[in-house]
């Protein structure tokens, strides 16, 4: 059994602002002076990628040692991730599909897409965004690397899992650059974020004698690369930045942080505070309803006659303000009376 880490879960929340700042904020704002969305999906992929391959490693280790099969391991991890991820993506397509005329931007002509987790192809393939449900394609990535990573982890590269990692790492940050249009939302481009994530998982797992080189490794190169991402969006364009490289160190190093530290400061008084604590918790709802949420709003302000900046095109704090505590409201209504319930199931998986 893997040890929880305190601080990780305001790590989610802190990720989950990013991406809604990025899609309410207006173009042209301030705040858009650096992605932050693409920051907040990335700090999830680091954060999965982590989460999931610390787990897989010590089933792997345990296989080694003849206490669990490979099949068993694979129902278990399957299990879990299905009861996790799809009862409120699929409530939420249901939703969706039953009331199309309100979510609108194609999404009952491109239903399956995102039936089959593949809405990443469907917004490359077109070259655009669907409105209030480009966000999708994240998750779609995730479900993709989900699928094939444990199969690698288990059947191919079980005894060169040190390679798989930097083989990823390099694949990842190589790939979208090879591609137009918006190949960085093709899981391939994508997968540097959870190798960085899972190389945090075999130091800490496999071999932790790597722990000194890579913390040190870390301390050396992070204010350096925070500094690049800076110059990159305030100073000077850099040519071929691999900034989802970058974000990804920057996240594992803080990951790190709290795996390593965890009666420091920042991670018991800041990372680690209830509130941050309670919105990572629910981090998944408000990921999956932040981008939907606020048609359905705007929706129904219109069947009631009530006028707002929204509704005219125009921006407001305050509105914004109350969207986003309803969306957390939501996301806790969700939890509680969904996702926790099935969850406990997860302790039936033999």
């Not at 009861?83 to 409530?91: A, N």
Request: hydrophobic residues 55%.
């Amino acid at each position: 059994m893997v040890k929880y880490i305190v601080g990780l879960n305001g790590i989610r929340a802190l990720a989950v602002f990013f991406v809604i700042l990025s899609h309410r904020f207006p173009q042209g704002h301030v705040i858009h002076t650096f992605p932050l969305g693409s920051y907040g999906v990335d700090i999830f992929f680091v954060l999965s990628g982590f989460l999931i391959s610390r787990s897989l490693f010590s089933q792997i280790i345990a296989n080694n040692e003849g206490i669990v099969s490979k099949q068993i391991i694979l129902k278990s991890f399957f299990y879990k991730r299905c009861l996790r991820i799809f009862p409120i993506y699929y409530l939420l397509l249901l939703f969706m599909y039953l009331s199309s005329g309100v979510i609108g931007n194609q999404f009952k002509e491109n239903v399956l897409w995102y039936l089959f987790y593949s809405s990443n192809y469907l917004n490359f393939f077109e070259n655009r965004w669907f409105g209030s449900l480009a966000h999708f394609w994240s998750l779609s990535v995730e479900e993709q690397f989900y699928i094939f990573w444990p199969l690698l982890l288990l059947f191919v590269f079980k005894k060169r899992i040190l390679m798989l990692i930097f083989s990823l790492v390099i694949v990842g940050t190589i790939y979208p650059f090879l591609l137009d249009g918006k190949s960085s939302i093709l899981t391939l481009a994508c997968v540097n974020a959870f190798a960085i994530g899972a190389l945090l998982a075999y130091v800490e797992i496999i071999n932790p004698n790597y722990k000194y080189i890579f913390i040190k490794t870390l301390k050396i190169v992070f204010l350096p690369v925070l500094i690049l991402v800076f110059l990159h969006h305030v100073v000077l364009n850099i040519p071929y930045f691999s900034e989802r490289l970058a974000i990804s160190i920057i996240a594992v190093a803080i990951i790190s942080y709290c795996l390593y530290n965890s009666k420091s400061f920042l991670v018991t008084n800041i990372l680690g505070n209830k509130i941050l604590n309670f919105i990572g918790v629910i981090s998944y709802g408000i990921y999956l309803y932040h981008n939907v949420v606020p048609k359905y709003w705007s929706w129904g302000l219109r069947k009631m006659n009530i006028t707002t900046p929204s509704l005219k095109y125009q921006f407001s704090y305050f509105e914004f303000f109350i969207q986003t505590i309803f969306i957390i409201g939501i996301s806790y209504l969700s939890w509680i009376i969904i996702e926790r319930p099935i969850l406990k199931l997860k302790d039936k998986v033999l």
